[in-house]
């Protein structure tokens, strides 16, 4: 009896929370830590205790739990660090102008470029800093072409999503909830893109053909202002690319493979007063990232808080009962599910999600088939997810209800969503 009733008040706990987060009551930074104190409680673990080996809430879940995602935030750390340089040295903004010469006046060649130069852009930096620099850029462009501000943002936030499936923090997030290799993450990343690649442009594509060409007026750049802003070798285009790259090519960690990204990116660049250059990107790359980093040290909190033995024995029947054994159990349990990644819900890595993904991973499921869903999922969350703060932020500046782009996405997100987890069921099972 005492069993169930645990099980119930940790499920209460859960679907308290979710609210809380969806509904914006609060956001995840401080949901996430207070209900990894809460869930261990219920289970019947102590809050303190003086034997070091015994678990307790204090030791095990809020000290080591604290310090648990520590890779992940290094890697968060200096790929904030690398995409802050690549701003101050004008490559960011260089690519945004060639994507505009290129394009023309043509609004659906112009989506398609600014779409391919965003993925490269967003796969060195995803963060909201560069999404406000792209997209006070992009959106005004695309707005003077004659695209709607829906359209528009759907550009950004599908790039911006794409571009985060290479993310190197996103795989280190993976490789320490899961254990899977950086160098394998970086393959998968490079297959499981294509699917996305090609439902997001077809949407894309889409769009702006349903879109009424209407020229809007827009307060853009003079040639003046464009002619006095920092040229750029073009040799240093390329350098977005280059962390990725040295990833997947020599298999070096996050941390080394981006000092070697910001020697090349300077090499390339060349650009005065690199002393200042690094040294100013480093502390605004930390300030930009500070709720990231923030959010990882609650995710390491609630990880060890649904490991903790006494948890894991209350919720092991309740997850082996739902985790799914079958190949297409699996594929349409996730595809279907898929929207609950939205608003930091139970297949969120970056919310909920973190700790049902390890619940599930002891409940049977192999880690391999959990990264795979849960980085299938993101495909919902990081385009429609309306608490996303790009999702905010581009809405608020185009003038568009972000619950607009949530509808106008989601049915798109979740077929891109579906074919992954065909071939991560190919993969896994």
Same mark, same amino acid.
């Given at each position: 009896?005492?069993?169930?009733?645990?099980?119930?008040?940790?499920?209460?706990?859960?679907?308290?929370?979710?609210?809380?987060?969806?509904?914006?009551?609060?956001?995840?930074?401080?949901?996430?830590?207070?209900?990894?104190?809460?869930?261990?409680?219920?289970?019947?673990?102590?809050?303190?205790?003086?034997?070091?080996?015994?678990?307790?809430?204090?030791?095990?879940?809020?000290?080591?739990?604290?310090?648990?995602?520590?890779?992940?935030?290094?890697?968060?750390?200096?790929?904030?660090?690398?995409?802050?340089?690549?701003?101050?040295?004008?490559?960011?903004?260089?690519?945004?102008?060639?994507?505009?010469?290129?394009?023309?006046?043509?609004?659906?060649?112009?989506?398609?470029?600014?779409?391919?130069?965003?993925?490269?852009?967003?796969?060195?930096?995803?963060?909201?800093?560069?999404?406000?620099?792209?997209?006070?850029?992009?959106?005004?462009?695309?707005?003077?072409?004659?695209?709607?501000?829906?359209?528009?943002?759907?550009?950004?936030?599908?790039?911006?999503?794409?571009?985060?499936?290479?993310?190197?923090?996103?795989?280190?997030?993976?490789?320490?909830?899961?254990?899977?290799?950086?160098?394998?993450?970086?393959?998968?990343?490079?297959?499981?893109?294509?699917?996305?690649?090609?439902?997001?442009?077809?949407?894309?594509?889409?769009?702006?053909?349903?879109?009424?060409?209407?020229?809007?007026?827009?307060?853009?750049?003079?040639?003046?202002?464009?002619?006095?802003?920092?040229? &750029?070798? =073009? #040799?240093?285009?390329?350098?977005?690319?280059?962390? !990725?790259?040295?990833?997947?090519?020599? %298999?070096? @960690? *996050?941390?080394?493979?981006?000092?070697?990204?910001?020697?090349?990116?300077?090499?390339?660049?060349?650009?005065?007063?690199?002393?200042?250059?690094?040294?100013?990107?480093?502390?605004?790359?930390?300030?930009?990232?500070?709720?990231?980093?923030?959010?990882?040290?609650?995710?390491?909190?609630?990880?060890?808080?649904?490991?903790?033995?006494?948890?894991?024995?209350?919720?092991?029947?309740?997850?082996?009962?739902?985790?799914?054994?079958?190949?297409?159990?699996?594929?349409?349990?996730?595809?279907?599910?898929?929207?609950?990644?939205?608003?930091?819900?139970?297949?969120?890595?970056?919310?909920?999600?973190?700790?049902?993904?390890?619940?599930?991973?002891?409940?049977?499921?192999?880690?391999?088939?959990?990264?795979?869903?849960?980085?299938?999922?993101?495909? &919902?969350? =990081? #385009?429609?997810?309306?608490?996303?703060?790009?999702? !905010?932020?581009?809405?608020?500046?185009? %003038?568009? @209800? *972000?619950?607009?782009?949530?509808?106008?996405?989601?049915?798109?997100?979740?077929?891109?969503?579906?074919?992954?987890?065909?071939?991560?069921?190919?993969?896994?099972?």
């Amino acid at each position: 009896m005492l069993h169930i009733i645990r099980i119930c008040a940790i499920l209460l706990t859960f679907l308290l929370f979710s609210g809380l987060m969806m509904t914006r009551k609060m956001p995840a930074i401080l949901a996430l830590p207070i209900m990894a104190v809460l869930m261990p409680l219920i289970a019947g673990a102590p809050l303190f205790s003086a034997d070091k080996s015994t678990f307790s809430i204090a030791n095990n879940v809020l000290t080591q739990g604290s310090m648990r995602l520590g890779a992940t935030i290094a890697a968060l750390i200096f790929g904030a660090w690398f995409g802050e340089v690549l701003k101050k040295i004008g490559v960011t903004e260089a690519l945004v102008r060639k994507a505009a010469e290129l394009s023309g006046d043509k609004p659906l060649t112009m989506a398609i470029i600014f779409f391919i130069i965003g993925t490269i852009i967003f796969s060195s930096s995803d963060g909201l800093g560069m999404v406000i620099l792209v997209g006070s850029i992009v959106i005004p462009i695309l707005l003077t072409a004659g695209l709607s501000p829906l359209t528009s943002c759907v550009v950004l936030l599908a790039c911006h999503a794409l571009g985060s499936l290479f993310s190197v923090s996103g795989w280190a997030l993976m490789h320490d909830l899961y254990g899977i290799p950086i160098a394998d993450m970086a393959r998968y990343a490079a297959l499981f893109a294509i699917p996305a690649t090609i439902v997001y442009l077809a949407m894309v594509v889409w769009m702006v053909k349903r879109d009424v060409v209407v020229r809007k007026a827009w307060s853009m750049p003079t040639a003046d202002t464009l002619n006095r802003r920092k040229q &750029v070798n =073009g #040799l240093a285009l390329i350098s977005p690319l280059v962390p !990725v790259t040295i990833i997947f090519v020599f %298999k070096m @960690d *996050v941390v080394p493979a981006i000092c070697l990204s910001l020697a090349i990116c300077l090499l390339l660049a060349r650009p005065k007063r690199i002393t200042h250059i690094l040294v100013s990107s480093l502390v605004e790359g930390i300030q930009n990232v500070a709720g990231a980093i923030g959010l990882m040290i609650g995710i390491g909190i609630l990880l060890n808080a649904v490991t903790a033995p006494q948890v894991s024995v209350v919720l092991k029947p309740l997850i082996e009962a739902i985790v799914p054994g079958s190949l297409w159990g699996y594929i349409l349990l996730f595809s279907l599910l898929s929207p609950l990644a939205l608003y930091r819900g139970p297949l969120n890595s970056y919310g909920l999600g973190s700790g049902v993904g390890v619940l599930m991973m002891h409940g049977g499921l192999s880690p391999l088939a959990t990264m795979l869903a849960l980085r299938s999922a993101y495909l &919902v969350q =990081g #385009l429609s997810d309306p608490t996303n703060t790009h999702n !905010v932020w581009s809405s608020d500046f185009a %003038k568009v @209800d *972000v619950n607009d782009i949530l509808r106008a996405t989601l049915p798109w997100a979740m077929v891109a969503v579906l074919i992954s987890m065909m071939m991560a069921g190919y993969i896994a099972f």
